[in-house]
């Protein structure tokens, strides 16, 4: 069908590509192998929606362009608006940060819930079906050209344009083979962590002055977040996960151990673990079809500690969108080719920062560690950090001439303090 793009996939990823292209093309078919919820409910396909997830500022900013009024609706769902600097209680490096008005606002969801509005917005948009409990086997067409799916039940569906977006266990690359198309080379990086999450009762003022917060150590890592329903969200780990509240009890910062010692739990204990960030370089495959585009997790998988995931996701749907526009809508090879290029652009600065391994990193990763530490007693040097880890701003931003200065003077008066100490 000339006029038909299909995604596959109903995830976050596959939901912002619905609404992208449904800007673009006449009829948008969504396809998904679960049996998705009719309400905010956890499903087998996403286990990782039953652990914390934290939209990043660009994130939602793209997702209130592609779907208006979504802050409002979050809200109006039992979301909590958290600004990155003034709401979130940030612990790293044996100290808090302390609040900062940033701006930089995000609304705390579970991602079930934010999944079920996106799913019943896009559901309701002219030309756009959702259709689950269906099974892609397959691609079709030639090598140079894909024009359709092929199901598990033997059924093709033709389309101009398909859209990959079933996630890290994506099977891209038998499908492409089946083309006779060698598939993209991967970077795989070990990460090596785990983590357990449980639901707890929330009640006004657990938190003082926070809404939220996040502990990071060598020990490991605990976060907090607030849900719809009036719950908590709160999950640790690292790389030894034992028990769920032996976990908690590790973090130096007692913000969140005195917040469970408070209250009491509503779920079991959940559990994850994540052995490593992976990414498919679908710029260096040899040949790339037109009429086929990978994106979300199905290119690049992140460590879940940095929360990027899903911005990473929806910034690229909207990359899509663009590229399509710049070629009359033509998704052919040149076209597919673009996009990827421009894809990976944006996904390298969250990928380098998430799991990244490149020469000059130490280097680079020196530097942002001087960076954080300085952003603990500077307050624009904290507002410039939280904008680029929100991918707000262009991780360059991090080294303007005069921001660099403050951070090198900072270090050095450390660097003085801790002579004089020792």
Avoid at 37 to 45: K, N, T
Avoid at 60 to 71: H, I, M, N, Q
Avoid at 271 to 277: D, N, S, T
Avoid at 328 to 334: I, K, L, P, V
């Amino acid at each position: 069908m000339d006029d038909r793009a299909i995604v596959i996939g109903a995830s976050i990823a596959g939901l912002a590509a619905a609404r992208v292209l449904s800007r673009r093309y006449a009829q948008v078919l969504v396809l998904d192998r679960d049996t998705l919820p009719f309400s905010a409910s956890p499903r087998r396909g996403v286990p990782q929606g039953l652990h914390p997830h934290v939209l990043l500022v660009a994130g939602l900013r793209e997702l209130s362009v592609l779907f208006p009024g979504l802050e409002r609706e979050l809200i109006a769902l039992g979301g909590t608006p958290i600004d990155a600097g003034s709401e979130m209680c940030n612990y790293r490096f044996g100290r808090r940060w302390p609040a900062v008005g940033t701006g930089l606002a995000t609304i705390s969801v579970s991602r079930p819930q934010l999944e079920a509005v996106l799913r019943a917005r896009a559901g309701a948009l002219p030309g756009v079906t959702i259709r689950d409990q269906v099974a892609v086997s397959g691609l079709a067409g030639r090598s140079d050209a894909v024009n359709g799916v092929v199901l598990d039940t033997g059924e093709t569906l033709p389309a101009s344009l398909v859209v990959d977006c079933s996630g890290r266990g994506s099977r891209s690359d038998r499908w492409l083979g089946s083309l006779g198309l060698n598939p993209p080379p991967e970077i795989e990086v070990p990460v090596g962590i785990g983590y357990a999450t449980r639901v707890y009762r929330r009640y006004p003022g657990d938190l003082g002055p926070w809404r939220a917060a996040f502990t990071q150590s060598e020990n490991g890592f605990g976060m907090a977040v607030p849900i719809e329903g009036d719950r908590w969200l709160i999950g640790a780990g690292g790389r030894h996960l034992t028990d769920f509240l032996d976990c908690v009890d590790r973090l130096p910062d007692r913000i969140i151990p005195e917040l469970i010692s408070r209250t009491e739990p509503l779920s079991d204990v959940s559990v994850a673990q994540f052995p490593a960030a992976r990414r498919r370089l679908f710029e260096k495959m040899d040949r790339a079809p037109g009429g086929y585009v990978a994106l979300g997790d199905t290119v690049g998988s992140l460590n879940p500690l940095y929360g990027q995931g899903m911005t990473c996701a929806i910034l690229a749907a909207s990359t899509l969108g663009k590229v399509l526009d710049r070629h009359q809508r033509t998704a052919d090879a040149e076209t597919v080719r673009d996009y990827y290029a421009t894809a990976a652009e944006r996904l390298e600065a969250p990928w380098q920062f998430a799991a990244g391994r490149s020469p000059g990193l130490a280097v680079r990763s020196r530097y942002t560690r001087q960076v954080a530490l300085a952003s603990q007693v500077d307050p624009d040097i904290y507002r410039a950090l939280l904008g680029v880890q929100h991918l707000v701003e262009p991780a360059s931003a991090l080294f303007r001439p005069g921001l660099a200065a403050r951070v090198v003077r900072l270090a050095g008066k450390r660097a003085r303090e801790n002579d004089v100490s020792g």
